[in-house]
Structure formats: C-alpha cells, structure tokens
C-alpha cells in the first residue's frame, strides 16, 4: 500500500508543451508538498497545501500551478516547459503542518528535450 | 538563507565500520530532522530531534544536536550495505514558515 504515489514516474516531452504530475496521499494527512530536486540533489519546496489552501508559495514562475481538489490530492500542472524545468519532483504530505516528518512519494522525473 | 550543509558531501566505509555525518545551519530552529534517500526513490524520515533535545537514539541511528554550535550529527553504528544511501537534514526556523529546508546531502557508500 503505497502511502504517497506520484504519476508518471517519468515524463519526457519537448520545451513548450504543458504537462501534469499527480499525487495522492492515503495516510489522512492535512498537509502536501511539492519540491523540486536538481541535478545536484539540492531539494527545495515549491509549494505546500493546508486542507486544501494554499500556505507556500515560494519563488516558483507561475507556470508552474498547483490545485488541490481535496486533502488527498495535490496536482501540479506546468505551462510552456523550458529546459530548466528538467529535475525530479516529489510529493510529499505531513500531518499538522510544515515541521512535521513528511512523507514523500518516488518523485517524477522530468525531462524536457 | 537557511539551508543546511551536510559534511562531508561523499562517505565511503567498510561494512560493518560506523559513519558519522555533520550537518550545520545558520538560524535558530525549532527542530532538525533527518532524511535518507535510496538511489532513485524519494525521502525517507528517520528521526526528528527538538531544539532543547541534545542527542535522540533510533535503533543503530544517533543523532546529536548543538545549538550553541548550530550543528547536528548522524551516527549510523555497524553499518550494512543497506545503509548506502544520501543523508540529508532538514531543519525549520524558530519563526519562518511551516516549512522545511534541506541540507545538501551526504553521500553514503558502504562497501561489502
């Protein structure tokens, strides 16, 4: 039973194309996440969801858009994908807040050609 | 910014030896956690440590905490070949977002 999954696991596709990543939590977490992983695998936190609302929001170009349509999901959809947009990107999900252990899925990774 | 530094970036030991990674930040914290990740698959808690907490034991993990120093360590004691992995921490600011912020990560090879 996998407690956060993320589809695709991988995503190949060419700069200028709009694509999705899904996520899903089955633990009855109030919190999710999305981070990107570079290269380097430096992680950072694009934005984060609070039972539905959205509580983070860092400097991420607003192709970039999350929805959340309930506490279990977190969608993330990109507009118009440039080569630097190529990096795994994690789901995760917590219960009460950002500064609680959190959870992640296996990532998706993305390359943009 | 508050990102976190792990010491030293790449680890190699023999099975069964014990590995012992840093990790420094720079502004008060109210907790520090640890991450590890297998190659290929997302992050994993391990153990989260409290400001006014100074060392925190998991099974064959250790963790310490300074403050006065802004520094943590991880022990991994008579590791195993499953052990191979990156280590990260992550901490979140005494009065910043509900968020976290990761470390640069070490990397952990043992060698059977």
């Known amino acids: 039973d996998t407690a956060v999954s993320q589809t695709p696991k991988y995503l190949v596709t060419q700069m200028g194309n709009d694509k999705s990543i899904k996520c899903e939590q089955n633990?009855?977490?109030?919190?999710m996440y999305w981070y990107k992983q570079d290269s380097k695998k430096f992680l950072k936190i694009m934005f984060s969801y609070n039972n539905k609302e959205l509580i983070i929001n860092e400097t991420v170009p607003n192709r970039f858009s999350p929805k959340s349509p309930d506490k279990a999901h977190l969608n993330l959809h990109i507009n118009s994908l440039e080569l630097g947009d190529s990096a795994v990107y994690f789901c995760a999900s917590s219960q009460g807040g950002g500064k609680q252990p959190q959870h992640f899925g296996d990532g998706t990774r993305l390359s943009i050609l | 910014s508050q990102q976190g530094e792990e010491d030293p970036q790449a680890l190699s030991i023999q099975e069964g030896e014990n590995a012992t990674m840093n990790c420094s930040y720079k502004?008060?914290?109210?907790?520090l956690q640890w991450y590890r990740q297998n190659s290929g698959r997302g992050l994993v808690h391990l153990i989260l440590i409290r400001s006014n907490e100074r060392e925190k034991h998991s099974g064959r993990l250790r963790v310490t905490l300074d403050t006065s120093k802004k520094s943590s360590s991880l022990l991994i004691t008579a590791s195993r070949a499953a052990d191979t992995a990156s280590y990260f921490c992550a901490t979140d600011w005494n009065f910043g977002n509900e968020k976290l912020t990761f470390g640069t990560g070490t990397r952990l090879t043992i060698i059977p």
């Open positions: 633990l009855g977490h109030d919190t």
């Open positions: 502004t008060s914290i109210n907790n």
